[in-house]
């Protein structure tokens, strides 16, 4: 084939390709590529056999938002996570943060800032 012919081939599947994936009336693309080059018609097919296998999947919609993240580099990820738990995770950490100062303020308050020493005693052995 001369580099002319090669490139109508060319634009011709192209051309073909797109309007299947534009799902366009292809029919006179087709009929057009058959006129125009004899050796199209084992391309046409495998172009349409392949337009027919594939089929369109939507992502999830998280998968979205993470590869938009990574790819605008947002460095939200702790902060997103924290305000999207449900109201109630939030209120009891509210409440252990409390009981935990109030436990640290009441040993303040009584005094008990060293731990006491264990005693450690002798066990009689039998002989």
């Known amino acids: ?9 060319q634009d011709a599947l192209d051309a073909l390709t797109a309007g ?4 366009e009336n292809v029919e006179d693309l ?8 004899a050796g199209l018609e084992e391309f046409v097919e ?8 594939c089929a369109l999947v939507e992502p999830d919609p998280e998968f979205s938002d993470r590869l938009r993240a990574d790819l605008l580099g947002e460095q ?8 999207q738990m449900p109201a109630r995770v939030h209120i009891a950490a509210a409440l252990a943060l409390i009981a935990g100062c109030l436990l640290f303020m009441m040993r303040r308050l009584f005094g008990s800032d060293a731990p006491e020493q264990i005693q450690e005693e002798a066990i009689a052995t039998p002989l």
């Open 1 to 9: 084939m001369s580099s002319q012919s090669d490139m109508k081939a």
């Open 20 to 23: 299947l994936q534009a799902r």
């Open 30 to 37: 087709i009929a057009e590529s058959r006129t125009s080059s």
């Open 46 to 53: 495998i172009i349409q056999a392949l337009h027919n296998a």
């Open 76 to 83: 939200h990820g702790m902060v997103k996570r924290v305000r």
